[in-house]
C-alpha cells in the first residue's frame, strides 16, 4: 500500500514567483496536515485540513495557502516567494482529526528560494 | 519562543548501550507527547508517544518518561542498535487540538559500533 506521496521532490524558484505543492495522502486517509522545516528546526506547523475544509492553521502570512480536493489529495500555494522560505515541506495524512500517533509524514518537497 | 526544546543537538552512543534522548517544554496546555526518528531524505516516522495523564509508556526497545512537574520527557532506547542512527524529533499536542504538532529542533543520535 503507498504512503504519503508528494510532488514534485525538488524545487528551484526565485523570489517573488509563486509555488504550489502537492499531497497525496495514504488511501482513506480524509485529513492532510502541511508542515514547513526550515535547516536546523523542526518541523513548523502550517495548515490542516479535514474533509476538504481548513481546521488548523499556524502561524503563517496570508502568502500561504492550501485547499483539499475530494480525493483528499492537496495542494499547498505560496505566493510572493521570499529567501526565507526556502524549507523542506512536508505533508502528513491522517485518518480523522486527531493529532496522535496515526499521523504519517510523506518524503517532504525541497523548495529552493532564489 | 520555542515551546518545545531538545538542547542536545547531537548524542553519540556505542552499540549495546542506553541512548537517553531528552526534551523540555514550557507550554502546560500540552496534553499528548510524541517522538518521531527521521533518516535522511525521508519523511519523519512516528516512533512512542504518551498521554499527559501518564508517566511511562514503553514499546519494546523503546520507552518514554514524562515528568508533568519539570515538564520534562525523556526517550529511552536499549540496547541501542545501528539503525537507531537518526534524527529524533520531540513534539507535542496543545490540548485545543487544532494547531498541530509543535516539534523541537531535534537530537541527531549517532549509534558507534
Known amino acids: 500500500d503507498a504512503g504519503v506521496t508528494q510532488s514534485p521532490t525538488h524545487l528551484i524558484k526565485t523570489r517573488g514567483q509563486h509555488v504550489t505543492l502537492r499531497c497525496s495522502p495514504i488511501s482513506g486517509h480524509k485529513s492532510v496536515s502541511w508542515y514547513q522545516q526550515v535547516l536546523g528546526q523542526g518541523p513548523q506547523f502550517i495548515f490542516q485540513y479535514y474533509e476538504k475544509e481548513e481546521r488548523g492553521r499556524g502561524n503563517f502570512p496570508d502568502r500561504f495557502s492550501a485547499r483539499q480536493f475530494p480525493n483528499y489529495s492537496s495542494e499547498l500555494n505560496v505566493n510572493a516567494l521570499l529567501l526565507g522560505d526556502s524549507a523542506l515541506y512536508l505533508c502528513?495524512?491522517?485518518?480523522?482529526?486527531?493529532?496522535?500517533?496515526?499521523?504519517?509524514f510523506g518524503p517532504g518537497t525541497r523548495l529552493t528560494v532564489l | 519562543d520555542q515551546q518545545v526544546k531538545q538542547n542536545s543537538p547531537s548524542l553519540s552512543v556505542q552499540e549495546g548501550r542506553i541512548s537517553i534522548l531528552n526534551c523540555d517544554y514550557t507550554n502546560s496546555m500540552f496534553d499528548y507527547f510524541l517522538w518521531y526518528k527521521k533518516y535522511p531524505a525521508e519523511g519523519p516516522t512516528f516512533l512512542i508517544s504518551?498521554?499527559?495523564?501518564?508517566d511511562k509508556n514503553e514499546d519494546g526497545r523503546f520507552t518514554v518518561f514524562l515528568n508533568k512537574s519539570a515538564k520534562h520527557l525523556s526517550l529511552h532506547i536499549v540496547p541501542s542498535q545501528p539503525g537507531d542512527s537518526a534524527v529524533y524529533f520531540c513534539?507535542?499536542?496543545?490540548?485545543?487540538?487544532?494547531?498541530?504538532?509543535?516539534f523541537g529542533k531535534g537530537t541527531h543520535l549517532i549509534i558507534q559500533p
Open positions: 513534539a507535542a499536542r496543545h490540548g485545543g487540538g487544532a494547531d498541530g504538532l509543535t
Open positions: 504518551i498521554s499527559s495523564i501518564k
Open positions: 502528513a495524512s491522517s485518518l480523522g482529526l486527531a493529532l496522535y500517533n496515526e499521523q504519517f
